[in-house]
């Protein structure tokens, strides 16, 4: 059980004193009932609306974005961009910072959290959470490039590849990376190895979350439930 006027506080959009003079106007009601007092108790589970309107008050926030191109997967930038520049001021009060980096020409799924210690276990190699890539290339993707890529490479900068998932799409000039790690320009690095430098990236998925297709770029989404109970099991199974 957590105080109201803390859990709305939580979500970064109301002060605790903004939350008193709400429930002083009759504005809140949680549990199928109007809130009377701000220190009232109630479970993180139970709903909550403000004007009639849905507050989430968990914990954690996690969101789904659609990278676009251009953009630092940062949280803050002196000269550039970054991802977070794209999110409302309530977000940006709440820690939220990228669960990995995409270089800033790469599109795609980024997950953004304030959940530190979930993000740091999918990102371990070890939590097995494959990270997938349509990749365009100069060059066409071979038959020899699937096996270098399924064998685990060391590259000629000393970069050590885990096996890798490399599929070539129609004529090969594009084709899907499934990577375990995430090492810096990992995906560009081992194309470029190949002989085949990216042109464009995009990431497709991280785990059982795919990229929602109704995001365009720049776009974003609070994750579902049963999105968050997916990664939480992801992050399990890998163990
Ligand atoms: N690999 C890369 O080379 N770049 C990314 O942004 C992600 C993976």
Redesign the pocket.
Known sequence: MERLDKLLASTGRWSRKDVKELVRQGRVTAAGRQVLRSEEKFELSDDIFVDGVAVCCQKFTWLMMNKPAGLLSATEDKRQKTVLDLLPEHYQKQGLFPVG???KD?EGLLLLTNDGDLAHRLLAPKSHVD?V?LARVTGRVEQTDVSAFAQGMVLDDGLECMPAGLEPLGDGSSCLVT?RE?KF?????MLAFRGKP?EY?K?LSMGPLKLDEALAPGQWRQLTAGELEALGRAELDGK
């Open positions: 980096r995409l270089d790469t990270k890539y990577l995430g320009h990992q995906v560009k690095r990216v990236l990431r």
